[in-house]
């Protein structure tokens, strides 16, 4: 087996993580969000203040979503430890995840050209700068499925050395829960369901925090584990000969 490998890319979503909150928080200054009620003046003053410091917080997501892909090709890996060659939900996964690369990719574009030049036209730095948090927050259902075709995977593991606990598929599914209510950000622009707001952002971000904490630690477990048992399938054999 490739253990090494696996630990690699299990590293990759912590790492990702961390990048993330370098861009975010230190660079761009992205958190809090710039609120969704402010008009193109402010909106265009935010973003020719802070140009280089968006630039760079840009080039953080960016390789931190691509750090995600990695992240989750283990996942895989580990739920196909579960189910098999009918491997239909690990598949599923790997599917959704892949496209929630692009959620940290296109928005990058959207923040890119809107520092690219801030003042030129504070309308048009308006609307990409709307196009950017909507299209980072809104695509909530694709890390939704993701996240239930983790949970139906952990919870049909009937092994009696399960993968994954039962209750890290049960946290999963809450996870996925409280990810919802992003969907409803193109309704508000005030209030705790704007894209900076309570429900849309604080709370989705530090839940969307812990679940990827929790879920890398299990996939470092469940790497270890699967190592102990390809060296104990090896020693018999190695003894005989």
């Known amino acids: 087996m490739n253990a090494t490998n696996q630990r690699i890319c299990a590293w990759?979503?912590?790492?990702?993580?961390?990048?993330?909150?370098?861009?975010?928080?230190?660079?761009?200054r992205f958190i809090p969000p710039i609120p969704p009620s402010l008009g193109p003046a402010e909106v265009a003053a935010?973003?020719?203040?802070?140009?280089v410091g968006i630039r760079a917080g840009m080039v953080c997501v960016l390789v931190g979503g691509a750090l995600y892909g990695a992240w989750t090709a283990v996942i895989t890996v580990q739920l196909k430890r579960i189910e098999g060659r009918s491997s239909v939900m690990a598949y599923t996964q790997l599917a959704l995840g892949a496209a929630f690369v692009l959620v940290f990719v296109v928005p990058v574009v959207f923040w890119?050209?809107?520092?690219?030049?801030?003042?030129?036209?504070?309308?048009?730095?308006?609307?990409?700068?709307?196009?950017?948090?909507?299209g980072f927050l809104i695509p909530v259902p694709v890390i939704t499925v993701q996240g239930l075709a983790i949970t139906l995977?952990?919870?049909s593991d009937k092994s009696s050395s399960p993968v994954f606990p039962r209750w890290v598929g049960w946290f999963n599914l809450?996870?996925?829960?409280i990810f919802l209510p992003g969907v409803l950000i193109p309704f508000f622009k005030h209030g705790v369901l704007a894209w900076n707001g309570l429900l849309a952002f604080w709370i989705p971000v530090a839940v969307f925090t812990a679940?990827?904490?929790?879920?890398?630690?299990?996939?470092?477990?469940?790497?270890?584990?699967?190592e102990r048992q390809y060296q104990a399938g090896r020693e018999p054999a190695a003894e005989s000969g």
């Open 46 to 51: 935010r973003y020719a203040n802070n140009t």
């Open 153 to 155: 995977a952990i919870l």
């Open 211 to 226: 679940w990827m904490i929790v879920l890398s630690v299990m996939l470092f477990r469940a790497i270890k584990d699967e």
């Open 174 to 177: 809450w996870a996925q829960i």
């Open 112 to 134: 890119q050209a809107a520092a690219f030049r801030p003042l030129d036209n504070i309308e048009i730095t308006q609307r990409l700068n709307d196009l950017a948090w909507m």
């Open 12 to 28: 990759a979503g912590p790492v990702a993580a961390v990048i993330w909150l370098i861009g975010l928080l230190l660079l761009a």
